[in-house]
């Protein structure tokens, strides 16, 4: 298996005694969207959180296994999580912006990684703006707080963040399940459009969803991944009875 791009090899997640993810190996390549589809409880968020190293923060996690991202295990001690994270950038199920307005959610992490001129910090928040379709709803509102910003909004904002400090890929954790169905539609042209540019792994459990916006898709069931393959294939012609069921609302 490569190890070039993001690569997952039998890892394994446990909660204490409870083992949530079971040996997965997935690979994911550049400029393409995984779907990670499958039952409540089954794993897809934990193995998600675990490619960037999210779990860390949760107690009593414990991995085993190997996460290669460019050539480096991201498991092995050591690894510097901050830019670790700024590859694999994440967006959550609820928009999560700062407090702050929003040129500073967008300025922050360039910032942080040691971005000071302004005019290249200006330049990077259109750039990042524009490219989350969001510019024109913002151009003259830079320095308001992004809480006033619509739930939709706010997620698109999310994205934007995400993508300035440049990473290679980009986790989504049910990024519109607690959006409205126009800013769901705008969520989704929005990860077509980003996929030019960066790997893209999201957990759904919008079925149709899934369809539209993913190159692969993975279904997971309790902890392993039952079948992986090209998108229209899981959906038109599954190899695997559980992934018929499931994709066929059988259960779930
Ligand atoms: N922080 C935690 N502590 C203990 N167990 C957890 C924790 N988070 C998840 N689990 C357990 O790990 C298993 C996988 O959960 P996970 O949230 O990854 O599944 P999921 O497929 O993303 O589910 P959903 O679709 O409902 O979000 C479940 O049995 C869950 O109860």
Aim: net charge neutral; charged share 25%.
């Amino acid at each position: 298996m490569q190890t070039e791009g993001l690569v997952a090899k039998d890892l394994h997640v446990f909660y204490g005694e409870k083992e949530a993810i079971k040996g997965v190996s997935l690979a994911f390549a550049a400029r393409e969207v995984t779907a990670l589809i499958g039952p409540s409880g089954c794993g897809k968020s934990t193995f998600l959180r675990s490619l960037n190293r999210m779990n860390d923060t949760i107690d009593g996690v414990r991995t085993s296994g190997e996460i290669w991202m460019d050539g480096e295990n991201v498991n092995e001690a050591g690894v510097d999580v901050v830019q670790l994270r700024q590859k694999i950038g994440m967006v959550w199920q609820r928009p999560n912006p700062f407090h702050k307005s929003i040129y500073e959610n967008i300025a922050f992490g360039p910032r942080y990684h040691g971005v000071r001129n302004k005019k290249q910090l200006d330049e990077i928040v259109e750039d990042c703006l524009r490219k989350a379709a969001l510019w024109d709803e913002t151009k003259d509102r830079l320095h308001n707080s992004a809480l006033a910003l619509s739930g939709g909004q706010q997620q698109r904002l999310c994205i934007a963040r995400s993508i300035a400090v440049k990473p290679k890929v980009i986790l989504m954790d049910e990024p519109a399940s607690a959006l409205d169905p126009v800013s769901t539609a705008k969520v989704e042209e929005l990860i077509s459009e980003l996929k030019q540019d960066f790997s893209i792994v999201i957990v759904t459990h919008n079925m149709h969803q899934a369809a539209r916006v993913s190159d692969k898709t993975a279904f997971f069931y309790m902890g392993k991944v039952v079948e992986y393959d090209q998108t229209d294939k899981i959906f038109t012609n599954p190899s695997e009875k559980a992934t018929d069921d499931y994709i066929s609302g059988r259960f779930g």
